[in-house]
């Protein structure tokens, strides 16, 4: 009795569980995909998952199946199977509307491009990664774009329509940065000149300082064709047309450039002349009562006519980084040939050096030994810029001894020495507070960072002289008298002071907020030079009191750049002073782009046109929302 009972129970148990799993694939069936059967086991495909999901599951029993879909697919609203009704089957319908198909679709609200949009984005692609404008042509591009979800009649102009547009966008970018620059009162510029393709190019970079947030900003003026010998007027001429061009001509505090014969010139020469020296000039030049003179008429009108045409080029600032590369090449290098403990090592050092990179850079087999070898790659040092010797000869300096004599004598070179492997280590020990102090210089950073940087520069130089050998002991004494010696009138000129005070008072800049001990070489000297400036003028002997009282409130102040709007007087001063960049590094970062511009398979493209796309780019046009004055807030 209890046996048929328990085979009743055995048989009841197994009808429900078959029940279950007709239910279940009747159900949730279509989720699954049949693959195969093997004795008992049935092997099915999810059709929710991403991928092959194979899941294997009883012939008797779905338990399986359906903890993966609670698991796995929780989140996904699963629709079941509903009885056909009539010749075709009936879509679901409830409150909330039709069932969705099986694989859902994700929508992200994206609406359809208008034409005016479809044209910046392509501007934005176009001009941002420096790309021929004949690319709206390709047919490739094309179908790309043709995919992109458009309005009614929103189609890509050709290149002729396209030029157009980006001319009519370049003219407004220029219009909202003249309209900008009219509300600044303080702009400094860097100016040089750049050769490519047989083509000499005017570049000029404007910076400035926000008078509400006190953030840097910075922009390219211009990218001109120059024809002809550069000489000093051809430049002045070149530089005031583009300060005037702009309405900047009483603007600029100061104009940056490089060391170059030519530049010094033109504003040595068309520097402008300040009312007292017109009247000293008068006062000598004038004859007494009783004397009387004669003078040529036409040599007066000449006179005159050329007074007229004078240009007045805005004070000169030489590029620190520039002239800090002088000192490692000229004389570091006339130091330690001239020296009798470095002459012989530092010209064979250096001429192994180069050797293995001639040798490195001219066959692809020594390229792949050195690799093979030091498991890196040398570098290879350019003339223009001694950054890239001292990183090469570090890089040489850091391959072990052992393996760098191996690497020699697989090449056909000669191995190095104790003592040249020696000198490698020191010089890049000496050297290298030079190179920290070309990057800040080199950086967006306000003039008053040059003075501290010298003085940290000075000092670090100084501190590793205990650590060098006779060969290079007098490297460090010989670079800070050539720091001394070629920033002779930057150490004592006032305004450097100035700016250097108001920066170290209120900046966080590199060498102030990693060495605040170094302030005070640099401030102690301007403290008096600032307090004559405050007090140049003939004033009442109330505001100079006030004046002075805002003096000392300020110096009490915080490290904080925004305690300036608590000083009118003083943010004045610093947005004049500090303005000015210490090095021309922006506008050689122009000149790096305009080489990405101006191609070889470009020599056709029109230096108007050239220097439109450059400009474009350098001040990211379309990078802000598609707005151009939004780059310039």
Wanted: neutral net charge.
């Amino acid at each position: 009795m209890k046996r048929r009972t328990f085979f009743v129970k055995l048989v009841l148990r197994c009808i429900v569980t078959f029940v279950r799993c007709l239910f279940f694939s009747w159900k949730y069936g279509h989720y699954f995909e049949f693959l195969s059967t093997k004795d008992l086991n049935i092997k099915v495909r999810c059709t929710l998952c991403v991928g092959e999901k194979v899941l294997s599951t009883f012939k008797n029993t779905t338990s399986n199946l359906k903890k993966h879909l609670e698991s796995q697919h929780s989140t996904v609203k699963l629709t079941e199977r509903v009885p056909p009704s009539g010749p075709k089957q009936r879509a679901v319908t409830s409150a909330e509307g039709p069932t969705p198909p099986k694989q859902q679709k994700l929508d992200f609200g994206a609406k359809p491009v208008s034409d005016e949009e479809l044209k910046k984005l392509v501007a934005q692609y176009i001009v941002e990664e420096m790309l021929p404008i004949n690319t709206v042509d390709s047919p490739s591009f094309r179908a790309i774009i043709k995919k992109i979800p458009t309005s009614v009649n929103a189609e890509l102009p050709h290149r002729t329509t396209f030029t157009s547009y980006l001319e009519k966008e370049f003219t407004e970018m220029e219009r909202n940065l003249k309209a900008t620059l009219n509300e600044i009162d303080f702009v400094s510029t860097t100016a040089d000149i750049w050769t490519a393709n047989n083509r000499s190019y005017m570049g000029v970079t404007l910076h400035w300082i926000s008078r509400t947030t006190l953030e840097r900003h910075k922009v390219a003026l211009a990218c001109r064709r120059i024809r002809g010998r550069h000489t000093y007027d051809v430049i002045g001429t070149e530089i005031e047309n583009i300060h005037s061009s702009y309405g900047l001509l009483n603007k600029v505090v100061a104009t940056v450039t490089d060391n170059g014969s030519n530049f010094v010139k033109a504003f040595q020469v068309y520097h402008p002349v300040t009312e007292s020296d017109d009247e000293a000039e008068e006062e000598e030049s004038s004859p007494k009562d009783d004397d009387v003179t004669f003078s040529d008429l036409s040599e007066i009108l000449s006179a005159e006519n050329e007074s007229d045409g004078q240009l007045s080029l805005p004070p000169h600032r030489r590029c620190a980084s520039h002239t800090i590369n002088i000192i490692c090449t000229r004389d570091v290098e006339k130091h330690l040939t001239t020296n009798a403990e470095s002459r012989a090592v530092y010209r064979s050092s250096t001429a192994k050096c180069t050797a293995l990179w001639t040798k490195s850079s001219r066959s692809t087999l020594a390229s792949e030994t050195v690799e093979e070898i030091s498991k890196r790659k040398l570098l290879i040092p350019t003339s223009t810029r001694w950054n890239s010797f001292f990183d090469a000869v570090k890089r040489i300096a850091e391959i072990p001894m052992g393996e760098l004599n191996t690497l020699c004598t697989k090449l056909g070179l000669k191995c190095f020495k104790d003592q040249e492997y020696q000198f490698l280590h020191e010089y890049c020990m000496a050297m290298k507070p030079l190179t920290a102090a070309l990057d800040i210089l080199q950086g967006d950073c306000p003039y008053g960072t040059l003075l501290p940087t010298l003085e940290v520069l000075m000092q670090k130089t100084q501190a590793v002289k205990d650590d060098l050998s006779r060969m290079t002991a007098g490297l460090p004494d010989a670079i800070v008298q050539a720091i001394q010696t070629r920033f002779a009138g930057v150490l004592d000129d006032k305004d450097a002071l100035l700016a250097a005070l108001l920066t170290a008072e209120c900046c966080t800049t590199a060498p102030l907020a990693k060495n605040p001990a170094s302030v005070p070489s640099a401030t102690t000297s301007s403290s008096q030079g600032e307090m004559d400036f405050f007090t140049f003028e003939a004033e009442p002997e109330e505001e100079t009191y006030s004046a002075e009282k805002e003096v000392m409130d300020y110096l009490m102040s915080g490290y904080d750049l925004q305690i300036l709007h608590k000083f009118s007087s003083i943010k004045t001063i610093f947005l004049k002073y500090n303005t000015p960049t210490p090095s021309s590094a922006p506008v050689e970062r122009l000149f790096s782009l305009g080489g990405l511009v101006l191609t070889p398979k470009r020599n056709r493209l029109s230096h108007k046109r050239f220097e439109k796309l450059l400009l474009m780019r350098y001040n990211h046009c379309f990078k802000f929302n598609f707005k151009c004055q939004e780059i310039y807030c």
